[in-house]
């Protein structure tokens, strides 16, 4: 499989315990965002999206929050379990009629201590 | 189960040599992107196509790179001459943009690890 060793920040969580990644965005006209997960090996796995009209959305197990006045959304993995550990990138993106404008952060690595 | 494939998943190559990638997107899907990632660079976008036609290729090396679409079914990717900064996986994505010209959920592939040596 595809992988990148990226020298990346880590976050090492304890198995059960909530997990919050971070992510500070660039743009201010960015109008829709998104969570990507990378498993060793695999290409990124969208995992949720928020558009700028709203400050929370939640899924299942994962909460994302935008704050858009310091420009900053965040990743909650509620319960977080081994078949978390991966690379979680957020991506942003200014929307066009002819070309949406796409950038992904640099990423975070997930650990989950057992 | 729609996945993007892929090919080949993995290329060496001499610098100099030719190295075309393709992708088969998703049926129905109706946008494409090229990524490629990098230690150092992280994920960047090289080139992004809607109805097979290229919207911004911005992000890839006019020079030695193209990224064509000859069908529906395929998108390529060629680095001619390569060269070992060229060295990295290389990613296709696809997905459905609405009449907003947003696009929303990208599907990623598998990736194209390619080191020229």
């Known amino acids: 499989g595809e992988s990148v060793g990226l020298h990346l920040p880590t976050l090492s969580v304890q198995e059960g315990d909530n997990s919050i990644i971070n992510c500070a965005y660039s743009n201010s006209a960015s109008d829709y965002f998104i969570w990507y997960k990378q498993e060793s090996g695999k290409g990124p796995q969208f995992i949720i999206d928020i558009r700028s009209n709203m400050d929370k959305r939640q899924g299942q197990r994962v909460t994302v929050l935008l704050n858009k006045t310091v420009k900053h959304l965040s990743l909650q993995i509620a319960a977080t379990q081994p078949g978390d550990s991966a690379v979680y990138f957020c991506a942003e993106i200014v929307s066009h009629s002819s070309a949406s404008k796409i950038i992904f952060g640099s990423g975070t690595r997930l650990s989950i201590r057992p | 189960d729609a996945r993007v494939t892929q090919t080949p998943r993995h290329k060496v190559t001499e610098m100099g040599q030719e190295v075309t990638m393709r992708c088969q997107p998703i049926?129905?899907?109706?946008?494409v992107f090229w990524y490629r990632q990098t230690m150092m660079q992280g994920l960047e976008l090289l080139a992004y196509?809607?109805?097979?036609?290229?919207?911004?290729d911005s992000g890839m090396p006019k020079d030695r790179f193209s990224a064509e679409m000859p069908d529906a079914t395929l998108a390529t990717l060629k680095i001619q001459p390569s060269e070992p900064r060229d060295s990295a996986v290389y990613f296709c994505a696809s997905g459905l943009a609405g009449t907003s010209g947003v696009t929303d959920t990208q599907y990623f592939g598998p990736g194209t690890r390619l080191t020229v040596l």
């Open positions: 049926l129905g899907h109706n946008t």
């Open positions: 196509f809607r109805n097979r036609a290229p919207l911004d």
